[in-house]
């Protein structure tokens, strides 16, 4: 997601990788509709009608802008619908600018490169689910609900937002009647997640702005240990320092750059020429994740687990760096 600017795909304590298509598809506009203040939905398909590739409950794309700039957004629709993909984009004021040109530019009809998907941050098999969403975090939430519902699973939605014309997607959540709650903040005040979220063992799946993601990650810990999976729109903390500099080789291309002190690895292979994709640039949304053939790798990120770090066979080249000399990856 899905979902905003700087949307990221994070999931903790467990991540389970789904199968990626990481090719790039030429779609168009086909549907397009204003949700509630700030938030547009776009319908996108294949110019010719014919099927899109298969997705997930969790599962974002890229959208490439112009300037080759990437933006992720979840798929909130109905994965059975081939013939359609279905986004969420909140216009964001403060952002970097992806958001305002979607809402301005595309229009029905319009065309836009589209990556994926991909999915980090999947919906687990479990007798029992709480889902809590913050704002535009319901996006990727909304076809997990789906999901639950039609497996027979016992869920229950907490969606929170400043109030309810911020709020996108009351309409179709409406029909789950009272295994949902809304928490206008307005009219209700913030999410008292002890009182929502009592003890139990039932996981925690919960998308929105950081400062709802930590609570509810501070107050599951405090639950011994209760399952939480996020999606993360921004990372938590300060952007990790670029400290030691080193060699990497691109093994496929050829290419071997010098990483200096201050400069990412991204940036240095920027700079001699290659052109890759990256959209968060804080290591949380996988776009720039990239094998590495040879080496380790001192990883800075907020997605791998512990067991994918331990085997320095991939990383996110936008923050994460050389834990050694040298580093050869499959580019």
């Known amino acids: 997601m899905e979902a ?3 949307m990221s795909t994070a999931t903790a304590p467990d991540r389970t990788s789904a199968a990626a298509d990481d090719r790039t598809h030429t779609l168009v506009v086909t549907g397009r509709r204003d949700l509630c203040a700030d938030v547009v939905e776009l319908r996108l398909g294949r110019p010719d009608g014919d099927a899109l590739p298969p997705w997930t409950p969790g599962a974002h794309v890229d959208l490439v802008l112009p300037g080759d700039e990437v933006r992720q957004y979840s798929l909130n629709g109905d ?6 993909w279905r986004i969420a984009v909140l216009r964001e004021p403060a952002g970097r600018g992806g958001s305002a040109w979607i809402h301005d530019h595309l229009a029905a ?10 999915n980090h941050f999947p919906l687990l098999p479990a007798p029992r689910v709480e889902f809590v969403a913050g704002g535009i975090g319901i996006t990727p939430i909304l076809a997990m609900v789906a999901a639950a519902e039609a497996a027979g699973t016992d869920w229950h939605l907490h969606y929170g937002g400043r109030s309810r014309s911020t709020m996108a997607y009351l309409d179709e959540l409406a029909r789950y009647g009272d295994r949902v709650t809304l928490h206008p903040q307005d009219e209700v005040g913030l999410l008292d997640l002890p009182a929502l979220l009592p003890a139990a063992e039932s996981p925690v799946y919960c998308c929105g702005p950081l400062g709802l993601i930590e609570a509810v990650e501070a107050h599951s810990a405090a639950q011994r240990g209760r ?5 993360r729109f921004a990372a938590s903390g300060e952007a990790p320092e670029q400290a030691g500099a080193f060699e990497v080789e691109c093994r496929s291309t050829g290419v071997t750059v010098r990483v200096p002190e201050g400069t990412s690895i991204l940036d240095a292979l920027r700079a001699a020429g290659l052109r890759l994709l990256s959209s968060c640039g804080e290591g949380i949304c996988g776009t720039c994740e990239t094998p590495v053939l040879d080496g380790r790798v001192d990883h800075r990120d907020e997605l791998l687990t512990d067991e994918e770090r331990a085997a320095h066979d991939t990383m996110m080249i936008c923050v994460s760096r050389a834990r050694g000399a040298r580093l050869v990856l499959d580019l």
Do not use: W, Y
């Open 109 to 118: 009809g319009a065309e836009i490169q589209v990556r994926g998907p991909r």
């Open 79 to 84: 994965p059975v619908d081939s013939t359609a």
């Open 4 to 6: 905003r600017d700087t």
């Open 227 to 231: 399952a939480v999976h996020v999606e």
